[in-house]
């Protein structure tokens, strides 16, 4: 498949499936820089449609002009974040400011600015959803210029196309810090490591050519085993400074300079658009829609939250200094201490719960929840192109019938983004008939050195959480992807996925499926 195969409808069941092992770094950015050529043109044959403006030949006929672009965007948001090897990396440096560019380019047209508001004008004969996307698409043209003198506008493009670019090498920077290491040279560090945590970092320091010492990566869940269990107190010092300092240190990744000129241009861009600060631009179109909204609770809970805080930290201070430390806990101690805290006074080890919470008995445990709970079925797909074999492929069924794909990416590998997320890889729709959707799943779960993945209590609660995002988005009944159910106001789309994680804490479900690695009895 070339470039151009990239902007065809997707091949395969479930109304098309991506291309994954059909792109490339370069065949994205060839089918983007086509997509983008596309989109103009249909845009602006829109825009000069010499026929008065009607929801069907402007609204709808500019939610459907996206369909080619969205696609090639897809592969090329889930390479730039999960294979960033072959050139994507410099890729999506060059692409980041055509894709602002083209969104700037199509909300100050002043052309289908006006035949938007034409439409709107004539509100009372379309449905609630037509209103509700015509409203949509006119207030994301405002936000992109639409209303700017023609000078105004040039600057906003110039500044977005600058945000976009340092985004990108932003991000990249962030990817690549999750390769830093800290080295452990002397045995005696790692006492109070879990075998398994040992293991790992011995092998990782083989494969980077150092060979009996151990090497602890800057990922989350490296850092988190030692934080909370190396006795050796310089080692976690080390650890949790790498940690804090990503990207902010001298060096390939850092990233202080991008983020200080990502703001002043933000703020730049937010005050051409009549807003005081980005802050006031940024959650105008969220529930809380100001910054002090949003602030009050926060600073309302502040002072119970610090003091409940302070009472745990002295509990934690009676262990600490049980344990010879002399001195007040700091940051890289407090891990360490509630661990001990969880042993001693609750009888608790989190490790000892780790050997439960093997990855496939949480997906079961998930599966079966979302089953009871949504009427819904989960069966693995194995022909089915993916970005990496890694990658696990769900059909999602109710009464029969597929509702949906998910995606599972769920391993941790280099050239992937070191945290937790779902992206929608397609939107449900139901223009010209239905179209489901497809979702992406991405965590960095961490391997052991026998090829078993156990999680940690916070790394299940992760996959409950994003699998809550998936579902939400497959649910999904909007007519039009611009109105679908990941488009509510920001501050809602965490809503579903925190509901989700709490089914994780139900017993019965624990009980049936969270089943001991090695031994297969279940969880006491």
């Not at 240190?249 to 990233?255: H, I, R, T, V, Y």
Request: proline content about 5%; overall charge neutral; hydrophobic content about 45%.
């Amino acid at each position: 498949m070339d470039a151009e195969g990239l902007l065809a409808p997707w091949p395969g069941p479930y109304g098309g499936l991506p291309p994954f092992d059909q792109a490339t770094p370069e065949r994205i950015e060839r089918a983007m820089r086509l997509a983008i050529d596309r989109r103009r043109e249909d845009v602006t044959a829109i825009a000069d449609n010499p026929n008065a403006a009607t929801f069907e030949n402007t609204v709808l006929a500019l939610e459907k002009s996206s369909r080619a672009f969205r696609q090639v965007e897809t592969l090329r948001a889930v390479f730039a974040s999960t294979r960033m090897g072959d050139g994507m990396v410099e890729a999506d440096k060059r692409l980041a400011p055509l894709i602002a560019g083209i969104e700037d380019e199509i909300a100050q047209n002043s052309r289908l600015f006006t035949r938007i508001e034409a439409v709107l004008a004539a509100r009372s004969a379309l449905e609630p959803d037509q209103v509700q996307l015509a409203e949509r698409v006119h207030r994301h043209m405002l936000r992109r210029g639409a209303a700017l003198t023609p000078a105004k506008r040039a600057e906003l493009t110039e500044l977005n196309g600058r945000i976009a670019r340092l985004q990108a090498e932003f991000q990249s920077n962030l990817s690549k810090s999750g390769d830093e290491v800290v080295w452990a040279v002397d045995a005696g560090e790692l006492e109070g490591l879990p075998a398994s945590a040992i293991a790992s970092a011995a092998k990782l320091a083989d494969e980077l050519g150092k060979p009996g010492v151990w090497a602890i990566r800057n990922t989350r869940a490296a850092v988190w085993s030692v934080l909370q269990f190396a006795r050796s107190r310089r080692l976690r010092q080390r650890v949790r400074d790498m940690w804090v300092g990503r990207c902010a240190a001298e060096g390939s990744c850092d990233n202080r300079a991008l983020v200080k000129s990502i703001v002043t241009l933000r703020g730049k861009a937010a005050r051409l658009l009549g807003y005081p600060t980005f802050a006031h631009m940024a959650v105008e179109p969220r529930m809380a829609k100001t910054p002090e909204a949003a602030l009050d609770p926060l600073m309302a809970i502040w002072s119970p939250v610090r003091f409940e805080s302070l009472v745990r930290l002295k509990d934690l201070q009676v262990i600490a200094d049980a344990d010879g430390l002399g001195e007040p806990i700091q940051a890289w101690d407090y891990l360490f201490y509630r661990e001990a805290h969880r042993r001693m006074r609750l009888g608790f080890d989190s490790e000892r719960v780790r050997e439960y919470l093997e990855v496939n008995n949480v997906l079961a445990a998930l599966f079966d929840a979302m089953g009871r709970l949504h009427q819904v079925q989960f069966r693995e797909l194995n022909d089915v192109a993916r970005v990496h074999p890694d990658v696990r492929v769900f059909e999602v069924s109710r009464d029969g019938s597929a509702i949906g794909v998910i995606y599972a990416d769920l391993l941790a590998r280099e050239g992937k983004m070191p945290s937790s997320w779902q992206y929608e890889l397609r939107t449900p729709e139901n223009i010209d008939g239905r179209v489901i959707g497809l979702s992406n799943v991405c965590t960095n779960f961490q391997r052991g050195p026998d090829g078993e993945v156990l999680l940690g209590w916070e790394y299940a609660n992760v996959l409950f959480h994003e699998f809550g995002h998936a579902l939400h988005m497959l649910f999904s009944r909007a007519r039009y992807p611009s109105l679908g159910s990941m488009q509510v106001a920001w501050d809602v789309v965490e809503l579903p996925s925190q509901l989700n994680e709490r089914w994780l804490f139900d017993p019965p479900l624990l009980k049936r499926h969270m089943r001991h690695h090695r031994s297969g009895a279940a969880m006491p």
